[in-house]
């Protein structure tokens, strides 16, 4: 069962890297290349989808770890599983304090009623992201070495 979940909690957390990463890496330049107010609808409508989606996402992933660490307490490579948790707690905590306040204000805007400083806050929204994205990878990359 043990090897079950940490199959599972790996690829979980993988994956939400992967839509993360696509995210900072892909989508978002994508939708800041297309004409006029494209791109700024774009981010709305992904600001609502993700919006809805990650958060379920980071706190199963966050369980899952716990719930490793604990069952997998007398295994080896625990540390690095406790390490992954930590930096998925540092994830979320940076969600709720950095990024979730500007993703609520950006995925209602249009081009009527968004600030003159949107373009500013969708910046400063990327570069909270990036930061996130590295600190999920460096869980992701601990969970790996845990299966060695």
């Known amino acids: 069962m043990l090897n079950a979940l940490e199959l599972v909690t790996t690829v979980s957390v ?3 890297v992967g839509v993360e990463f696509s995210v ?4 978002n330049p994508i939708l800041d290349a297309l004409p006029e107010d494209s791109g700024q ?6 600001g609502r989808m ?20 604990v069952l997998g307490r007398h295994h080896h490579g625990i540390g690095l599983v406790v390490t992954a948790g930590a930096l ?9 304090l950095l990024l979730v306040p500007i ?10 009623n968004r600030p003159a400083d949107w373009k500013e806050q969708m ?19 601990l969970l790996v070495a845990a299966l060695v």
């Open 14 to 16: 993988g994956v939400m």
């Open 24 to 27: 900072a890496f892909v989508i």
């Open 41 to 46: 609808l774009g981010r709305a409508h992904g």
């Open 50 to 69: 993700l919006g809805a989606v990650m958060p379920v996402w980071y706190i199963s992933s966050l369980v899952l770890v716990a719930v490793w660490a």
């Open 88 to 96: 998925l707690v540092l994830s979320v905590i940076m969600s709720l």
């Open 103 to 112: 993703n609520n204000r950006g995925k209602t805007w249009t081009p009527e």
């Open 123 to 141: 910046n400063r929204w990327d570069r909270f992201h990036y930061v996130r994205v590295a600190v999920i990878i460096g869980a992701f990359a």
